[in-house]
């Protein structure tokens, strides 16, 4: 399987608590973006990634999130000190930033649900 | 950023065309029309994407008019599993760095 994949699926954990999750991209995309998605919405852009720089971050991302993506290759989001309000499901996407790519085609992987206690 | 509007929810039976439009009155010369489709507990999926006229694929057509401000998915002979979130989408790839900003999306539901 060569799509987007995200681990865990699913995640609980007591407020204040640390969490990580990872995101493997296609192998050959460049890009990678992180989005989070509350019911009844559509996803929000949290972050995104051109190999292994960080070049935007949402306003939505506190102080309490971070996320890395050290070789250019998968990339972690961190959620430090959870809140209820994170409770979410934090979907990652990839693409290639190549100029034969469709615009704004991304790859979303299944996603990782996490709900703070 | 042309900001969307579409239908919160839309009905149909199996075998029936759907069409989906959406509103984008203030998109600008370089923004391209993108759809995409989230089932449930799953993340989106591209559906089909395109800048002026028609534009049709496996899957959908797309309709823009020529003053580009409305757009209309339409999936010919909707099946139960065409059951979905659909969500329409405006920008430009060089200004937005790739990023997608969606809206709240049309609800598709399809009864037998």
């Known amino acids: 399987d060569t799509g987007v994949s995200q681990d865990p699926r699913h995640k609980i954990t007591k407020r204040g608590q640390n969490v990580t999750f990872r995101c493997d991209p296609i192998?050959?995309?460049?890009?990678l973006y992180w989005y989070r998605q509350t019911l009844g919405q559509g996803p929000e852009f949290l972050t995104y990634?051109?190999?292994?720089?960080?070049?935007?971050k949402s306003r939505l991302l506190s102080d309490r999130f971070s996320a890395e993506r050290p070789k250019g290759s998968f990339s972690t989001l961190e959620i430090q000190r959870t809140e209820q309000g994170d409770s979410a499901m934090y979907l990652c996407?990839?693409?290639?930033?190549?100029?034969?790519?469709?615009?704004?085609?991304?790859?979303f992987g299944p996603g990782t649900r996490l709900t703070v206690l | 950023l042309a900001k969307t509007t579409q239908p919160i929810s839309m009905d149909s039976y199996e075998g029936q065309e759907v069409n989906i439009t959406c509103s984008h009155n203030?998109?600008?010369?370089?923004?391209?029309i993108t759809w995409y489709q989230q089932f449930p507990s799953q993340g989106p999926r591209f559906i089909i994407q395109?800048?002026?006229t028609k534009v049709t694929n496996e899957v959908a057509s797309l309709f823009i008019p020529a003053d580009r401000k409305s757009s209309t998915l339409s999936l010919p002979r909707v099946s139960l599993s065409d059951t979905a979130v659909y969500y329409c989408?405006?920008?430009?790839?060089?200004?937005?760095?790739?990023?997608?900003?969606f809206g709240q999306g049309t609800e598709l539901s399809v009864k037998p």
């Open positions: 996407a990839s693409s290639s930033s190549s100029r034969d790519s469709l615009y704004n085609e991304q790859f």
């Open positions: 192998s050959e995309h460049n890009r």
């Open positions: 990634f051109q190999n292994e720089a960080q070049l935007e």
């Open positions: 203030n998109i600008a010369t370089n923004d391209y």
């Open positions: 395109g800048y002026k």
């Open positions: 989408l405006v920008g430009d790839r060089g200004n937005q760095g790739g990023k997608l900003i």
